[in-house]
């Protein structure tokens, strides 16, 4: 399976099905692309709020005008004070944020419907004027009064003070946009006739969230189907903007173009140039206001008026019960603050602008950015891929706060930036993927040439990778086939080859299966050793038991060869190995040259195990083993061979066949041999030659282990000593070969 994921066009494909699987999911299928830009641009608002232009003011109804003028709501009268109140404070135009839909019940004439027809002040009563006529004529008076209507049942359409102009086309694509173009409305709440017949400018302040329920745009205009009706925003600015005298315009952006930060429409009201979005909508730059921003209302219910010179005023209500709130880009805030940011970024010509092809754009050249990804994973490191994402990361949020600060512009660095990333990371975890697979197939080579135990300690301690070693307590092993020359004549190179194939395999399957490491391969010869890199417990009978089976190995190998044999008409080569195995403080590491090196053991008990198979074939034996090992394994089957001063050495060691295992070693076959041989050993090494001789005679009698030929050089060792007795004798034989 990893085989093929990590196949080049498999895992080409598969960063392909996931760069898709993000594209799918960014362009906005579920909302998360949108939630994941309004937070950036909500960030970037925080972080750099429009300023203000001192313009605009927010006249508020607050909870101290409650308690000092009474409960709302206020008599009309009351009302029309407010109006000429703040008229005479300066106001270049007053915007109502909220409905007076219904006659007011405190008027004159309501009272008088209460009192007995013989009240003397009903008649006085019935002729008073109404108080909506008195508020009407407060608005006529102020002749800059800005009435709202909003969503509600009126189903007669609101009075539009001044006609908007605007082509028969835009028109019309606007009416048929109803839920995607501009707001759409079947019913209204609206100011009473009387009052919409004075008022100076009448548009509507409905509102729409996004889906989180957060108000991030306002609409400049609104539409019931038939006629398109203008925004209070609109109409404060219109009424603000030459006492009212201008028309708002709606015309086509002719310099519009999928790929600036412009809006496809645009708004003229004398001499703001309003860009508006295909929805009739505009991004609100907001900003806090303070303090001195707020006035409360009962103060322009007084003589001693604030200054309101030249600026635009907001009535509406902050009191509790009162207060509209709305969910913003800072927070909760009062309604009125939606239509206070909106008109006065107008007035300042500050937009926020996010282009129509902006998801385009973000999502097409992070797709890019991600294929070019895609390719370099073939080639590069993950390291660098982290580089160029990293760097194109840094360059997109650069690029995005540099076109806000400068141009407004409403871009998403963050969508981008999370699908490189994702694909960087799909792309590295597969490359990884690849890698630990060509590891694996490396491993798997090279556990060809090195133990696979060298491989994992090399891999757990990368710093051992390098020329040194330690000294550690090792049993050595070496093989060797007898009379090897012999047998390579006999055969072609290609059947030589597959001979010792056989024959190296099998002896290697058994080193590695009892925990031992192959030290190399010399021809025909094999060297393992045991109890490093890993700590092998007992490696001493775990080195007797694998030469036992080695040699049982021979078995079946030599039965292939003898059924070879007869198919190509030739005498069989029945393969014989001889065995040395030896236990002792070894040097074992990597050695050799700075250039080239290998896992293996130095030492005098290397050697040594090295003469000891060589004197195999000297002693008619399997097997020979080093005292040093036979002290650890003494219940096995074994039998002193000889006291041998080994080529090379000066101390002489004892050497040991090995004949069995303990099974073998409880045996009555053993237990008999074993009595008879030790007293041959014994009195020859004693120097009592004819009772060795006598010895070796019953030896040979009750022989099951195949000793003839240790017998026959015993014999005539034993006999050349009779013949000519030593001056001295000290029990030792030195060989004189290898």
């Known amino acids: 399976m990893l085989s093929l994921i990590v196949h080049p066009f498999i895992r080409f494909s598969i960063l392909l099905l996931i760069l898709g699987g993000i594209m799918f999911v960014m362009l906005d299928t579920a909302g998360v692309k949108t939630r994941i830009s309004h937070i950036v641009f909500e960030s970037y608002i925080k972080a750099k709020p429009r300023q203000s232009s001192g313009q605009v003011v927010f006249v508020d109804i607050d909870d101290a005008s409650l308690t000092r003028e009474g409960q709302w709501p206020w008599p009309r009268t009351k009302i029309a004070a407010l109006i000429t109140g703040i008229q005479l404070a300066g106001a270049k135009a007053i915007i109502f944020d909220g409905v007076l839909a219904e006659p007011d019940r405190t008027s004159p004439e309501n009272i008088a419907a209460l009192l007995d027809d013989n009240h003397p002040l009903k008649g006085e009563l019935q002729n008073a004027p109404h108080n909506d006529e008195l508020l009407a004529q407060a608005i006529k008076n102020a002749n800059n009064f800005v009435a709202g209507f909003s969503y509600g049942?009126?189903?007669?359409?609101?009075?539009?003070?001044?006609?908007?102009?605007?082509?028969?086309?835009?028109?019309?694509?606007?009416?048929?946009?109803?839920?995607?173009?501009?707001?759409?409305?079947?019913?209204?709440?609206?100011?009473?006739?009387?009052?919409?017949?004075?008022?100076?400018?009448?548009?509507?302040?409905?509102?729409?969230?996004?889906?989180?329920?957060?108000?991030?745009?306002?609409?400049?205009?609104?539409?019931?189907?038939?006629?398109?009706?203008?925004?209070?925003?609109?109409?404060?600015?219109?009424?603000?903007?030459?006492?009212?005298?201008?028309?708002?315009?709606?015309?086509?952006?002719?310099?519009?173009?999928?790929?600036?930060?412009?809006?496809?429409?645009?708004?003229?009201?004398?001499?703001?140039?309003?860009?508006?979005?295909a929805d009739g909508k505009m991004w609100v730059y907001f900003r806090e206001f303070q303090k001195d921003e707020q006035i409360p209302a009962y103060q322009f219910l007084q003589s001693d008026l604030p200054d309101l010179s030249d600026k635009i005023v907001f009535i509406a209500s902050s009191a509790e019960g009162l207060m509209d709130l709305r969910a913003t880009p800072l927070g909760m805030r009062p309604g009125v603050h939606v239509h206070m940011n909106a008109l006065e970024q107008i007035l300042q010509g500050q937009y926020l602008i996010r282009p129509h092809t902006a998801n385009l754009l973000e999502i097409g050249s992070a797709a890019a950015i991600s294929i070019l990804i895609i390719a370099l994973s073939f080639f590069v490191s993950p390291l660098w891929l982290l580089a160029i994402v990293a760097g194109v990361s840094a360059g997109a949020f650069w690029l995005s706060w540099f076109l806000f600060a400068n141009y407004g512009g409403l871009f998403d660095p963050v969508t981008p930036t999370f699908m490189m990333s994702v694909i960087f990371v799909a792309a590295s975890i597969l490359s990884y993927l690849k890698t630990e697979h060509e590891k694996k197939h490396v491993r798997s080579a090279f556990g060809m040439y090195v133990s696979r135990d060298v491989m994992r300690d090399l891999e757990k301690n990368p710093d051992k990778l390098k020329l040194g070693g330690e000294n550690k307590n090792l049993t050595v092993m070496f093989t060797d086939i007898r009379k090897f020359t012999t047998i390579s004549e006999g055969l072609t190179p290609e059947e030589l080859i597959n001979l010792m194939n056989d024959f190296l395999t099998a002896m290697t399957d058994i080193v590695m299966a009892h925990g031992g490491t192959i030290d190399k391969y010399m021809g025909d010869a094999m060297m393992a050793f045991w109890n490093a890199p890993k700590d092998v417990a007992q490696h001493e009978r775990e080195t007797c038991c694998a030469a036992l089976k080695m040699q049982a190995a021979l078995a079946p190998i030599n039965e292939r060869v003898v059924e070879q044999a007869k198919k190509i008409g030739k005498e069989p080569v029945i393969l014989k190995a001889g065995i040395g195995i030896n236990t002792g403080e070894c040097a074992v590491g990597n050695m050799g040259s700075k250039q080239r090196f290998a896992y293996s053991a130095l030492g005098d008990a290397v050697n040594l195990a090295s003469r000891l198979e060589g004197q195999t074939k000297n002693y008619g034996v399997a097997t020979l083993v080093g005292e040093d090992t036979y002290i650890h394994v003494a219940d096995m089957a074994m039998l002193e061979m000889d006291l041998i001063l080994v080529k090379g050495k000066i101390k002489p060691v004892r050497i040991y066949a090995l004949l069995g295992d303990k099974q073998i070693a409880e045996t009555d076959a053993f237990q008999n041999i074993k009595k008879e041989h030790e007293a041959m050993i014994a009195a020859y090494q004693n120097g009592d030659f004819t009772i060795a001789l006598k010895a070796l005679h019953q030896c040979r009698k009750i022989d099951e282990f195949e000793l003839t030929h240790t017998y026959n050089m015993y014999e005539s060792r034993i006999k050349g000593l009779i013949k000519k007795p030593p001056t001295s004798w000290d029990g030792i034989f030195e060989a004189t070969s290898k």
């Open 153 to 277: 049942s009126n189903a007669s359409p609101p009075q539009i003070k001044r006609k908007i102009l605007i082509k028969k086309d835009i028109k019309n694509y606007f009416l048929v946009q109803q839920g995607q173009g501009s707001l759409h409305f079947t019913g209204s709440a609206q100011f009473l006739p009387v009052l919409q017949d004075v008022v100076a400018g009448n548009g509507s302040f409905m509102a729409s969230a996004e889906r989180d329920a957060v108000i991030r745009r306002t609409g400049l205009i609104f539409h019931d189907g038939q006629q398109i009706y203008p925004s209070l925003i609109f109409e404060g600015i219109r009424v603000f903007e030459n006492q009212g005298r201008e028309f708002i315009k709606i015309a086509a952006n002719e310099n519009y173009n999928n790929f600036q930060i412009s809006e496809p429409f645009i708004a003229s009201i004398g001499q703001y140039q309003i860009p508006m979005g």
